[in-house]
Each structure stands twice: as C-alpha cells, then as structure tokens.
C-alpha cells in the first residue's frame, strides 16, 4: 500500500522561535520513515504582510537551511519553496469559489491579524484559502501543525468535502496532527498570547538561532508570578508554559518536572531550562551555519523539490480543472 501522505509549511516572515520549533518542526523529523512527507516554505502566505524583498529572499533561505539542520532529509521528503511551485496559486483561486465570505470573517488569526493592522488586505482574508489549497493539492492526510492553526484546518475540511460533494471524490479530507506537548507555546513575555516570531518585544520569543546567552537571558526574565508554589497549573500560565518548554527539550513529563523542583523557587529551574534548550538547539544552531553557507547545496534541493513537488501538484490541478469545466 502506498503511503500516506503529510503536507506543512512554515512562513519565512522572520527568523523562528521555539514556538515553530516544538509545535511543528521538531515533529516533521520523525514522520519521514512513516510517510511520503512534503515540507513547503510558504512565502506567498508571506507576503500577506508587508515584507522586504531581500528579507523575504535571506529568510526563505534561512528557513530551508535550519530544515536541513533540523534533519529534515531532502533524500526522503520533499523540501520545496511555494512560489516555485505555481499551481498553489492556481487551486487557491478555484477553491475561493467554494468558500464563504462568512466563514473567513470568523477566523481567529484573521480577527487578530485584521484588528492589529491600519489597512486589512484581502491576502490576509485569503489566507486560509491559500493554505487549503497548500494542503489539497497533494492528497494530503496528515497535517502536523501547531493548535493556532486548527481552525483553518477544518476550514480545509470543510472546502474540501463541498467540493467533493459538488464533483465527485476529488480531495482527500486531511486531518491534523498536533503535538500532545507544545502544540502552543506561549510569550515568555504575555503567557496569554502565543508565541510568535513578529512579536515586538524579542524578550518574548526564543529564536532557534539565538545565542546561548540570549537564550538564558530570556529565559531568566519570563514572566511567572508571586505564588512562589512550583506546579503545572492555569492559575500560574507563565511558569505552565516554561514547563512545557522543558518537558518539549526532555524527556521528562510535566508531573516529573513537578516532583523535581518542588518546594524550590523558579530560579534554579529557570537556570535548568536554558540548560535543556541550549543542549537541544546547540547540534541545529551548530549545523545551521554550514548549511547555509553552501548556496549551491540549498540551490539543488529546492530546485529537486520544487520539481518533484510539481509533478503531484501538475496531476491534481488538471483533475479539478476537468471537473470545474475548464
Ligand atoms: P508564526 O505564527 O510564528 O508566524 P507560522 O504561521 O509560519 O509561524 O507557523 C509555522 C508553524 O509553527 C505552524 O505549524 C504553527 O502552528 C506553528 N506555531 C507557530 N507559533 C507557535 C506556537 N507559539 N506554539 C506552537 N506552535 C506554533
Ligand atoms: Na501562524
């Protein structure tokens, strides 16, 4: 039997944080025996804020080199950038004729997204168009992603099974996959809002490619609370969170965590942390930085991917334009 198949992306609209590291990156690593896995860098979801073209040009770059540091293998999956491959595009705008105005105005992301800036493009409205059409194209199963992206994942569903039901079984219906520890991380800053690599204030991100000083400085000023009890509970979101980031680097669950710095205050936990994350992203941060120095080794794998990737997307862009009449 064939296998099946996982479709994800991440957005080169900055460098990434742990958040992207332990609710989807870590996870795609481990998929790659299991499944035919394609792992996008999606700079035309990008571009739905506003960005520099030669930021945009170094960070796409930069998210394909910490891939490859991550160990995603180009040998087993496909690794590819989305604007080289046309046909996303393409299904985007077919699928935008089965989705609802009502239904993208209820977005999460999107209300946050529309509500922070002056001027709200369409792009952003699109958004989760773009990312069904992402998804669908490839037959896609399994989509390993962080809980901030659930939503659009049935959005996906939903658009999907309409458009099955209007033409016959064209889409598979993806599900997601989402990691049980970590699927949000939080600002160390503002443990209510995610964290996310276009936060303004850097203290409440680590970059996977921060210093190892940085790192630890960060860490020791999270924002945790007064209670001076050390648990995994909702009453104290700044200290669950730093738990979660310990629990993500080890392999120790939040109770283990619990019973090991009980009755003892945040610091010397806090100091244990940055140990834990500096000793999971050193081997990446290492790597990273000959990987992205050989532009001719990232140039052959995206142009490999970009052509393999192409070949699936070519296949199920003229099985939908059949069915829609073209
Ligand atoms: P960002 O939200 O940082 O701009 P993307 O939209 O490119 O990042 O998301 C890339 C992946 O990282 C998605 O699978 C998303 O669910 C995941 N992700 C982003 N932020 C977090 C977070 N704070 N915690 C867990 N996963 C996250
Ligand atoms: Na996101």
Known sequence: MDKKIVY????????????????????????????????????LHAITAPQEP?????????VLALYLACGLDPEKSIIYIQSHVP????????????????????????KEK????????????????????????????????????RQHIELTRDIAERFNRRYSDTFEVPDILAPK???????????AHKMSKSDENSDGFILILDSEKDTEKKIKRA???????????????????????????????????????EGQGYGAFKSDLAQV???????????FKTIRDDKAYLES?????????SRMAQKMLRKVYKKVGF
């Open 54 to 62: 030669k930021d945009l040009r170094k960070n796409t770059l930069d």
């Open 114 to 149: 529309s509500q922070k800036s002056k001027e709200v493009l369409a792009g952003i409205f699109n958004y989760p168009v773009l990312m069904a059409a992402d998804i669908l194209l490839y037959g896609t199963h399994l989509v390993p992603v962080g809980e901030d992206q």
């Open 8 to 43: 994800s992306g991440i957005q080169p609209s900055g460098s990434l944080t742990i958040g992207n590291y332990i609710g989807a990156l870590k996870n795609f690593i481990g998929l790659q025996d299991e499944y035919n896995c394609l792992y996008c860098i999606v700079d």
């Open 277 to 287: 994350v500096n000793d999971g992203l050193r081997p990446i941060r290492e790597r």
């Open 301 to 309: 794998v995206y142009t490999e991917g970009a052509a393999r990737a």
């Open 223 to 261: 924002v945790t609370d007064s209670l001076g009890t050390f648990a995994y509970s909702d009453d104290q979101p700044g200290l669950k969170n730093l738990i979660d980031i310990y629990c993500a680097f080890s392999t120790l669950s939040a109770d283990e965590v619990v019973a090991k710095y």
């Open 87 to 110: 046909e996303h595009a393409e299904l985007a705008w077919v699928l935008n004729t089965y989705t609802s105005y009502g239904q993208l105005g209820r977005m999460t992301q999107f």
């Open 181 to 191: 520890v970590g699927a949000r991380i939080m600002s160390l800053q503002d443990p």
